[in-house]
């Protein structure tokens, strides 16, 4: 049974900084594209950044480039979202996606497995 889990979420002042991390169980994740979304209150999820698997390129979303780094562990079951100079605006629940076939995607439809979400609360 496929499982991701996210943890590390929290409460954090603006200007602060998290770590959110994924773990993938019941398959291989190897050569799975892995991935980071996000669903304010009141709001539709919305793409943070994912990760291939091959070669490991790496896309975000505008409003958070040169702010989050998306990373996976040696594993390769393992993802991580390095969150800095965090914004109020990146208040949200946090989700763990993985798919198969997709090599980027912002649509949440295109994703096939999801984590239960962790929530990032900023505070200004």
């Known amino acids: 049974q496929v499982q991701l889990v996210e943890s590390g979420g929290g409460l954090v002042q603006a200007g602060g900084s998290l770590r959110l991390s994924c773990a993938a169980s019941?398959?291989?994740?190897?050569?799975?594209?892995m991935g980071w979304f996000r669903q304010a209150p009141g709001k539709e999820r919305a793409f943070v950044g994912s990760?291939?698997?091959?070669?490991?390129?790496?896309h975000y979303a505008d409003s958070v480039k040169g702010r989050f780094t998306i990373s996976r562990g040696n594993a390769a079951n393992t993802l991580y979202l390095q969150m800095n100079s965090l914004k109020p605006e990146d208040t949200g629940v946090y989700y763990c996606?993985?798919?198969?076939?997709?090599?980027?995607?912002?649509?949440?439809?295109?994703?096939?497995?999801w984590g239960k979400g962790t929530l990032v609360t900023v505070s200004s």
């Open positions: 019941g398959r291989s994740f190897s050569t799975y594209t």
């Open positions: 996606a993985a798919d198969p076939t997709v090599y980027v995607s912002s649509s949440p439809g295109s994703w096939d497995y």
């Open positions: 990760i291939a698997w091959n070669p490991g390129r790496t």
